[in-house]
């Protein structure tokens, strides 16, 4: 199984560590996890525009295949403006509904204000269930408070929450999994 964690933006880096931090957690569990990061940060996407995927730049293709490839995800998002970040959506309008039908996905995602956290409730599972995606039903919102000047994370809650999401982005898939090959989902 390949996990494929996603940080959604080109700008910063407290997203980035909190993929990274879940990644991680997910490594300790030894679930037998082939785990990929995929950092937007490093690419140069093209905008969706509706042409064939192989007319897109060769940075664009990739990140459609890395999507394409993965079984489950992990999707970082900072929040601006109370909204997730272009490039993220960008991800989404690339790559086909179908590639996702079906697949485990859990969220994280960063911002300035405490509220922010309802753009997981009110943007990224909506997005989630189009695609017919199954969501962990933890996520992990992080305030800019819960990282020191490093973007460290420094909040002990904050970090149990990761590790829980980490926990049930396993168990999820594995159920999947399981129903999946005794013919129950198609």
Do not use: W
């Amino acid at each position: 199984m390949k996990l494929l964690g996603i940080s959604g933006t080109i700008l910063g880096s407290k997203t980035a560590v909190l993929v990274k931090q879940v990644l991680d957690e997910v490594e300790k569990l030894r679930a037998n996890v082939q785990i990929e990061f995929l950092d937007l940060k490093n690419y140069e996407l093209q905008f969706c525009d509706g042409r064939p995927t192989s007319h897109y730049n060769d940075d664009t293709q990739e990140v459609i295949k890395k999507v394409s490839e993965a079984d489950l995800y992990l999707i970082g998002s900072p929040i601006f403006n109370g909204s997730i970040p272009a490039p993220l959506k960008n991800v989404f309008d690339l790559v086909s509904p179908e590639v996702f039908r079906h697949k485990v996905m859990g969220f994280v995602a960063n911002g300035g204000t405490y509220q922010h956290y309802l753009v997981i409730e009110n943007q990224l599972k909506p997005i989630a269930g189009y695609l017919r995606c199954y969501v962990a039903p933890s996520y992990v919102y992080a305030h800019s408070q819960h990282f020191n000047t490093n973007n460290e994370i420094i909040d002990t809650d904050l970090l149990n929450r990761i590790q829980k999401l980490a926990t049930e982005l396993i168990i999820m898939h594995r159920g999947i999994e399981k129903t999946k090959r005794k013919g129950g989902i198609k």
